[in-house]
Structure formats: structure tokens, C-alpha cells
């Protein structure tokens, strides 16, 4: 069944439900929700389901068929009004087929999504970087949309590539960047200018001249390691022009594995390996390009003869990382789309260290607002506990004082009089003065200095030694 085959009246009743706000939603719908999958299926309803509640709303494509009798993506099927065909004996004249229509659903969100995509890039040629707000996860995968068809029909200038971030909090941050756009296509870098390769090995880099004396390394068909030579020592050459530095990059030592020398008749700890690699460091990116044999294991001439050049997978963002001799390519054509590609390399993780070097400052400057804040609650704790003492004081004050008067007239009307009665009087009454918080009467107390125990309560998840 196609999508486009004609409803059943079950179905165009349940269509025209929705169609007049209808959801769906209640028990005695669960026969229409069956119908309403099959609608789904076909493009003409959404179904969505939050917890137990279901709900249905009409698409574009199902208004479509409402007002038209038919689907959108019919092939047969157009909005035109038929030609009405000529009177008269029939003609034998073959008919021209009629060219394939777009659907009128799928056009409409075409022209959208190419509008938001050009309003996107407008905005990026002033500013260079957005942050699109999402509400939630549709909102986020629409610009997800945009910011891939804007990169698939071409949008983007030339010679700038888009890169997208999504952030924790869900908003995507969307940048406009010169350089090409990962991934792209070989097509789409015949613009760079070839790396001239040299007809022979004469004054190599020492890195491309220890390769070259290294008897263990590059173990192939001669005419194929000198070939190999050659293109490392044209890519070194067009790196250092391009301020590029090269070194070497040695065989690490656990790839090393014992050997018999007959010759010598010992053993000895060393390497043999097919490739040859060297180091192009671009703004303090160190990128290893390793050359060998694409096909060592075949016994086809033409594809023995082929060559690999590669870089470390760098699946981050879709960069190429491998060139081979092909039907219509060879390595030392694709040395331009190399050097290329490790300069965005190391673009790339120059943008993602100012990144964390912003991220950094934001996250300091967010523990450094929490340690104010904390300062702030922990003060207003302090002076509401000074505060509290002072009432106590003063209403023990005040009962020491009633105290006092009574015990003062108690021992005038005592007789004989008690000894030691008036000392101990006088000693109340100074003590009283002593807790009396308004005898002077207070001030302001001084802001109190707290360590990083007694923030840490009011840090709210952070900290008190530091943001990180």
C-alpha cells in the first residue's frame, strides 16, 4: 500500500474529525486511533502521547487531501486542471510524459526551511555567532534542520563553513567560520591550488631524509617507497611554506618486537614496519600523516600499486582523515585537500580553547556571584542571630530589673534586715546593666569574616574552594 492509495470512509471520517479539533483522546476513541495510525502512516496526522493521554492534530498533507480528494505525493495526481483533450478522431501522436510535480506539502516546508535558512545566514554575516534559543527538543531538531539545509542546498558563502554547539541547558550556538565545511566533498575542493611534487628526492627535511635511510620503515616495492618519499618531501616542502613546522615521528616503543639477527646471529629489539609517518605541527596542532600501501595483501597489479595517506580519525565533525589513489585520483592530487584539512584541524581546536577558555570565565564568574551571594546570606544570618540575642538580652533585662524592685522592697519592709541583702542587690542590678543591649544603645555590628566551612551551606552545590 502506498501512501498516496485513497482512504477508506472509516479513515476520511476520523481525517475530518481531526480536521475540526478532535484529539482522540478519550476511551471510547480507540478504535479511531487505529485509524488515525494508519493516517499517520501516511503523512496526514500527528499522534503524539503525554502519560496516558493521547492526542491527534492534522498535518499540512491531510488539509491537503481534505480540500483536494487525494495526496499530496500522488504521482498521477496534480492541482492543475486537466486539458481537455481535442475532439475529433484520436491522435496517434505519442503524448509528452508531464514532468514530475512536488508535492505541495513538501514544497511548502521547503520554502521555509529555506527562508529561516537564509535569514539564518543573514544574521551570521553581522554577527557571526547566535545563540538560538529552544524551548524544547522540536524547536532544537527544526534548527537542526535549518543549519543542515542551509549547509546541503549551498547557502553558506564561499569559502565559510558553519559549525553548530549544543549546549547543556538545550539553546544551540550556531557559528559562521572561514575555511571549507567538514566533511565536504572532493568536488567541492578543486579550488585548491596543487602541491607541485618533485621529480626527484633532492634536499628532502631531515624528517623525510631519516625515512628515506631508515631500511625498517616504508618496507615496499622500491618504485613505490620512492614514490611514497616523494610525496612526504613535497608535503613537507608546501607545510613549511605555509608556516606550517615538520618533525619527526618515531616508532613508539611498544610497537617494537624482537628480531634475529643472522648475520650477527642475535637478537635484537626493533621494527619492520610497511608505512612512513611524519609530524605536521600547524599553531601547535601536531597532526601525524602516514603514507603506505592501500592494498599490500592483493595480488591485482593495479591495485598493488595504489597508495593511502591518512590522518588520526577525526570523526569530531565529519573531517576526512584518508586519501587513496582511485579511478580518477591519486595521493599527490590530494595533498592540497591534506594540508587544508589539518589547517582546520587545527582551527578547530583553536575555536574549541577559546571555548573553554570562555566557558571557564563564565563558570568563574558564576562561583564568584554564588560566593557573593553566599557572603550576602551568610551576613544576613549573622546580624538576624545578633538581633535575636539583643531581644533575649533585653527581656531577660527587663525581668532582672522587675526582679530587683521587688527584692529591693522586700528588704525594706524586712525585720530584722537580712545580711548580706544589700550587696547581693547591687550586684543584680550591675549585672543587669551588664546584659541590658540597649544601655548603650546598639549600633550597627561589624560584617563578620567567614572561612570556606561556613560558606559552604550557602553555596547551593558549589564550591567554597574554587569553581572547578
Not at 616504508?218 to 613546522?245: K, N, S, V, W
Amino acid at each position: 500500500m502506498q501512501r498516496w492509495t485513497p482512504l477508506n470512509d472509516r479513515q476520511l471520517t476520523v481525517l475530518r474529525r481531526v480536521a475540526t479539533g478532535d484529539t482522540l483522546h478519550t476511551a471510547a476513541d480507540g478504535t479511531a486511533r487505529l485509524s488515525a495510525r494508519a493516517l499517520r502512516d501516511r503523512g496526514l496526522v500527528l499522534l503524539t502521547k503525554t502519560g496516558t493521554r493521547h492526542c491527534a492534530s492534522i498535518t499540512d498533507a491531510g488539509r491537503f487531501y481534505l480540500e483536494h480528494g487525494h495526496h499530496p505525493e500522488h504521482p498521477r495526481r496534480s492541482t492543475d486542471t486537466p486539458e481537455t483533450p481535442p475532439s475529433g478522431p484520436r491522435s496517434r501522436v505519442k503524448a509528452t510524459p508531464a514532468a514530475p510535480r512536488t508535492p505541495h506539502a513538501t514544497a511548502a516546508l521547503t520554502e521555509r526551511r529555506r527562508a529561516a535558512a537564509t535569514g539564518l545566514i543573514e544574521r551570521l554575516l553581522d554577527k557571526t555567532l547566535l545563540r538560538l534559543e529552544c524551548a524544547d527538543a522540536d524547536t532544537a531538531a527544526e534548527w537542526d534542520r535549518v543549519v543542515d539545509f542551509a549547509r546541503r542546498h549551498r547557502l553558506v558563502p564561499p569559502g565559510m563553513r558553519l559549525r553548530k554547539t549544543r549546549l547543556d541547558d538545550g539553546d544551540l550556538i550556531v557559528r559562521l567560520l572561514p575555511g571549507l565545511q567538514p566533511g565536504c566533498s572532493p568536488r567541492s575542493r578543486t579550488h585548491l591550488p596543487p602541491v607541485p611534487i618533485p621529480e626527484r628526492l633532492q634536499d628532502p627535511h631531515p624528517t623525510v631524509d631519516e625515512l628515506h635511510r631508515d631500511t625498517d620503515r616504508l618496507i615496499m616495492p622500491q618504485d613505490l617507497r620512492h614514490r611514497c618519499l616523494l610525496i612526504l618531501h613535497a608535503l613537507t616542502r608546501e607545510a613549511l611554506r605555509r608556516g606550517h613546522r615538520v618533525r619527526a615521528c618515531p616508532v613508539p616503543q611498544d610497537q617494537y618486537r624482537e628480531y634475529y639477527n643472522w648475520q650477527r646471529g642475535e637478537h635484537y629489539q626493533g621494527y619492520r614496519r610497511r608505512d612512513g609517518t611524519v609530524t605536521i605541527v600547524a599553531d601547535g596542532v601536531e597532526t601525524p600523516v602516514t603514507i603506505m600501501e592501500a592494498h599490500p595483501e592483493t595480488e591485482d597489479p593495479v591495485r598493488r600499486e595504489r597508495l593511502l595517506l591518512e590522518l588520526p580519525a577525526y570523526g569530531r565533525h565529519g573531517y576526512q582523515y584518508r586519501w587513496s589513489d582511485g579511478k580518477q585520483t591519486t595521493v599527490e592530487a590530494s595533498l592540497a585537500a591534506v594540508l587544508e584539512e589539518i589547517a582546520l584541524r587545527a582551527q578547530d581546536a583553536r575555536e574549541r580553547q577559546l571555548q573553554a577558555r570562555r566557558e571557564q570565565a563564565e563558570r568563574r564568574q558564576a562561583w564568584e556571584a554564588a560566593m557573593r551571594a553566599a557572603r550576602h546570606r551568610a551576613t544576613h544570618d549573622h546580624l538576624a542571630a545578633t538581633l535575636l540575642a539583643q531581644v533575649k538580652n533585653w527581656r531577660t533585662a527587663q525581668d532582672l530589673r522587675a526582679y530587683c524592685d521587688a527584692l529591693e522592697d522586700v528588704l525594706d519592709r524586712a525585720d530584722p534586715p537580712v545580711t548580706g541583702a544589700t550587696q547581693w542587690l547591687t550586684w543584680a542590678r550591675e549585672y543587669t546593666r551588664t546584659i541590658d543591649p540597649l544601655a548603650p544603645p546598639p549600633s550597627m555590628p561589624e560584617p563578620p569574616t567567614f572561612d570556606s566551612e561556613a560558606l559552604q551551606p550557602y553555596l547551593d552545590g558549589w564550591s567554597a574552594q574554587g569553581p572547578e
